[in-house]
């Protein structure tokens, strides 16, 4: 009976302090960006886009297996950098969890906890945690074919945005890469020829392409605007190559992408003012 009144005075006194705590509790966090692709395959119907998504199309004389990535806006950035920045504090609680438990052990069996061996401890240089780029990969291809009049065309509907080429099959263009914008509503069009050098290496031609099908709305296909996006992490283990250079785009100077305008300002620098011809036609 005492244990009994006890409990119900306990619980009386907790009674005002639970608004308070209910008050407290965090916010629920937004939801999860939803990544997700779709192949659109060779059927006769004509294709309806919907105005919410982007679609993109590559273009090659045969059968490849195109890798893309899309890239990170500001906020999709930010929200990135918070997700690494939990992932990686739930690591380090694991890992303290862990290095007490070991020293606990030593002690309770008599032995120096500081001759046991201890997991590496994590820390924001060696955690290993994936890039947007990599938890947004788009694998294109082989099969899946939208077209296969004069080569093999694939295209892809997905979330609207920027987007980076990335690879073909086990080779990726990790020493240098382009990057292109992929409005809602219309449909991006690449030509991609990877071409075999003597040395055995694999660089890949790109070049924003004009396509035509009568199964996609008049108007609705734009050919991809380039831009030198640089160097990337071979963050699959696989052979490294490069895009080639695009005319009017950019070119490599020292093995480094160089916009094409800024190329040409090296090229020809200004003469000094003391040069009778500066100013000259």
């Not at 199964?215 to 605007?225: K, M």
């Amino acid at each position: 009976m005492i244990a009994r009144c006890l409990m119900i005075g306990a619980a009386a006194l907790l009674l005002p302090s639970m608004p308070a705590a209910a008050a407290e509790k965090p916010a629920k966090k937004e939801k999860k960006e939803k990544w997700a692709t779709k192949a659109i395959t060779d059927k006769p119907q004509p294709v309806t886009l919907d105005p919410t998504k982007a679609y993109i199309l590559v273009r090659s004389p045969g059968q490849i297996a195109p890798v893309l990535m899309r890239l990170p806006s500001e906020e999709a950035a930010a929200a990135h950098e918070a997700d690494r920045a939990e992932a990686f504090a739930r690591a380090h609680l694991s890992w303290r969890k862990r290095v007490a438990s070991i020293e606990l052990e030593a002690k309770v069996g008599g032995n120096d906890p500081s001759k046991r061996r201890k997991p590496t401890e994590p820390t924001l240089e060696n955690f290993g945690y994936p890039s947007y780029e990599q938890k947004h990969t788009m694998f294109l291809g082989p099969q899946n074919r939208f077209s296969k009049v004069d080569g093999s065309v694939y295209l892809q509907e997905a979330p609207p945005g920027a987007y980076i080429f990335y690879a073909v099959g086990a080779t990726c263009a990790c020493l240098g890469t382009v990057s292109f914008d992929a409005p809602a509503g219309k449909v991006v069009a690449l030509d991609l020829l990877p071409a075999n050098n003597p040395d055995g290496t694999t660089p890949f031609q790109l070049g924003g392409a004009s396509f035509a099908d009568a199964r996609l709305p008049a108007g609705s296909v734009l050919p991809a605007a380039l831009k030198p996006a640089g160097p990337r992490g071979n963050w699959f283990g696989i052979t490294v190559d490069r895009v080639m250079p695009v005319a009017g785009v950019f070119t490599y100077v020292r093995g480094k992408q160089v916009a094409e305008v800024e190329a040409a300002a090296v090229a020809a620098p200004e003469a000094p003012a003391s040069d009778p011809a500066a100013g000259q036609p």
